[in-house]
């Protein structure tokens, strides 16, 4: 497939997180400076980050293109992301990376009356932990930064693990009100959200894929142009109907591969596939509906259906019977029976 297919250029965002968050980031020097208790400080932690990752920051008016630059005699540091550049300013970091509440915050939360908030706050007995020499250790707890670490760790176990599909919440406006469409707002989204990015590689792959078996069941209706048809119906052999019909159609077969399971195509064979389907069902549906009216009697939907090659060992009359208005069944109706994939 990669010899087909060809080399595809995409943004790969793995070189940030392991700065952020691989062994040796940012976070985990952030962590490893806690450790250090007194002496510690954020001062210290920014020195150590710049020496292994910063680079610096390059004349205004130029392109950055390392993942982090900092500036001399100051301590800020910015971080390239995919979405774009950020700054992140160094002091107060390790007190805001410990994550501890007022004490007497917590101690008025835990006499709290109210069951879940006093289960939250009332504190926890110490977790401990033996070693091969009987010694006992207190676990540590746990920073904002190894929380976020063990999260995208927990969310990238689960992409693996599953076949994801993304839905991409867009914004028509900063001010969250109806009826107002801000367009340089939207377009910066559709680019930091890497939707014009993934429709970028599904366009340059296969994004269309079918099963032989799916492919042949919804492609039915064309098999009028490929030669010795009823043949391959009737032996049901999906696999020399996807190659005939790719023969028949005249498609690019640079853009449309039939493999050892599956069918994969691109869009532009998708659309012209649609297409002749779409022009095969309404010229058979005109056919019997001479007069245009747009309606047909159910006994004529029977006849429609052998033509497409569609019904076969079916219940006819029991399944159209749920799309007909009386006697009758229109062109409308008829498209969504053969759509549901009943016939």
């Not at 292994?52 to 301590?75: D, M, N, Q, W, Y």
């Not at 006093?118 to 009987?134: G, Q």
């Not at 098999?223 to 790719?246: G, H, P, Q, R, W």
């Not at 004529?300 to 799309?323: P, Q, R, S, W």
Request: hydrophobic share 35%; aromatic share 8%.
């Amino acid at each position: 497939m990669a010899s087909l297919v060809g080399k595809i250029d995409f943004a790969d965002n793995q070189n940030v997180l392991t700065v952020i968050g691989g062994k040796g980031g940012i976070l985990r020097m952030l962590d490893e400076e806690i450790k250090f208790g007194a002496r510690g400080s954020s001062e210290s932690f920014f020195k150590k980050m710049d020496k292994a990752h910063g680079k610096p920051e390059p004349r205004k008016g130029k392109k950055i293109t390392e993942l982090v630059t900092t500036k001399g005699h100051a301590s800020w540091f910015k971080v390239k992301h995919f979405a774009g550049i950020v700054q992140y300013e160094s002091n107060g970091f390790l007190e805001k990376n410990k994550d501890t509440l007022n004490a007497a915050i917590v101690t008025i939360l835990a006499s709290s009356t109210d069951p879940l908030l006093k289960k939250l706050f009332t504190a926890k007995e110490e977790v401990v932990t033996e070693t091969k020499s009987s010694s006992r250790k207190k676990k540590g707890v746990k920073s904002v930064s190894s929380h976020f670490r063990s999260s995208l760790n927990e969310l990238m176990t689960s992409i693996k693990a599953t076949e994801t599909h993304y839905i991409r919440c867009i914004k028509s406006n900063q001010a969250k009100m109806p009826g107002q469409f801000d367009a340089p707002y939207i377009l910066d989204q559709l680019r930091t959200g890497g939707v014009f990015s993934a429709a970028d590689i599904r366009g340059k792959g296969f994004p269309f894929r079918k099963s032989h078996k799916d492919f042949y069941l919804h492609f039915r209706p064309l098999t009028n142009m490929i030669d010795a048809s009823l043949e391959i119906i009737d032996n049901e052999n999906e696999n020399v109907f996807c190659s005939k019909l790719i023969d028949a159609t005249g498609t690019n077969k640079k853009e449309i591969l039939v493999g050892t399971s599956m069918v994969l195509y691109k869009a532009s064979i998708h659309l012209e596939l649609e297409e002749l389907r779409n022009a095969c069902i309404e010229k058979e549906f005109q056919n019997i509906d001479t007069g245009s009216t747009g309606n047909v009697s159910i006994n004529a939907v029977k006849e429609i259906l052998v033509k497409l090659h569609l019904g076969k060992g079916k219940d006819i009359d029991g399944i159209v019977g749920d799309y007909a208005e009386g006697d009758q069944i229109s062109f409308d109706s008829f498209r969504k029976l053969i759509d549901s994939k009943q016939v």
